[in-house]
């Protein structure tokens, strides 16, 4: 009957050959047969050609004892990065070389990072402390959205412009009179409706998505970029841009060793910067320097490491953190609020 038929060519003529040159024996079945027999049973069956032979190819891969991911889901070697291996700040027992300048409320505890320097591939320098309320705030991936698009449109003005059908040239006389033709009433060549003519609902630039974030929510873009940075460990401190060489190869090396990625932000207080970093950075495509009241959402997502001064740590906290008090309240909250006159 139909229901009976073989769903694969490749199961019927391994039937027909007898199991590929192995005689079948009814005393014992496939109870009695090796792992061996299985495997090229299934790959006989799972020929190209056949829906299972993904399957079957995965199949005798796990019987076979092989366990490794497809080939599609395998990393290149190339791209695949080496653990950082060393102690942790808190666990390296290294002197704390920065304190927290602005107090930090008793149910948190600062964050600490490695100090580091330009001065030579030599290992950390000490610990530095973070404050909690700037690195290590709750990860608010909306906000820094809403923080990046905003960046991205308040400035653009679109220049974009299109002719009205009173702007296109001609037009003015009527086409053909308004009855007796046999063809659709026209008033003019210039219409909407014809080719050539004029554009209805078009833009009319220029146009400016000019809008403007709330203060605060800025603020917190800034802490939860600063975060994300420090929580993946992608935010290194040194202690200031001085560098033993202009060189830029010396730069690019140093990088290299200390695992920075293929991008780099580094930040610092002053605008007047030493010579030997701008000279290395002058035409580097992947490591960017900047003072610390240009730092931005955008930047700090467009480059994979950020690098920051001492100097940029302390005012990035003292100018953050300022936000948080600048507004106090006219009525004291501990009063109760039903006596407000």
Not at 168 to 193: D, E, M, T, Y
Not at 293 to 305: A, R
């Amino acid at each position: 009957s139909r229901g009976l038929q073989p769903a694969c060519p490749a199961r019927s003529a391994w039937r027909s050959d007898g199991g590929a040159g192995h005689e079948e024996d009814p005393t014992l079945g496939w109870r009695g047969r090796g792992k061996d027999m299985l495997m090229a049973a299934l790959l006989r069956v799972c020929r190209p050609g056949c829906a299972g032979r993904d399957f079957g190819s995965r199949l005798v891969s796990v019987l076979s004892g092989g366990n490794e991911l497809p080939a599609n889901l395998l990393l290149q070697t190339n791209i695949i990065k080496k653990e950082r291996k060393g102690p942790t700040p808190i666990d390296a027992g290294q002197p704390v070389l920065r304190k927290c300048e602005i107090a930090i409320p008793s149910h948190l505890k600062p964050r600490q990072a490695w100090l580091e320097s330009l001065q030579g591939f030599d290992e950390k320098l000490g610990v530095v402390e973070l404050h909690p309320d700037v690195f290590a705030v709750p990860p608010r991936i909306d906000i820094l959205h809403e923080v990046a698009i905003w960046q991205k449109n308040f400035k653009r003005i679109s220049h974009a412009r299109v002719k009205t059908r009173a702007e296109v040239r001609g037009g003015g006389r009527k086409p053909w009179k308004q009855k007796g033709g046999g063809r659709a009433r026209q008033g003019s060549i210039r219409s909407p409706l014809w080719r050539g003519g004029g554009v209805s609902h078009g833009p009319r630039g220029p146009t400016s998505y000019y809008y403007m974030l709330p203060m605060k929510v800025r603020v917190m873009g800034l802490k939860v970029a600063l975060t994300m940075k420090f929580a993946q460990d992608y935010l290194h401190i040194i202690d200031s841009l001085e560098m033993p060489s202009p060189d830029p190869e010396y730069l690019r090396d140093l990088a290299l060793h200390r695992h920075w990625g293929d991008s780099v932000l580094i930040v610092d207080a002053n605008e007047d910067m030493p010579e030997n970093i701008l000279e290395a950075t002058k035409n580097s495509k992947t490591i960017t320097v900047i003072p610390v009241l240009g730092l931005n959402v955008h930047s700090m997502l467009k480059h994979e490491t950020l690098v920051l001064t001492l100097d940029a740590v302390n005012l990035l906290e003292k100018k953050l953190l300022w936000h948080d008090t600048r507004f106090s309240p006219l009525y004291p909250f501990k009063l109760p609020y039903r006596d407000f006159p």
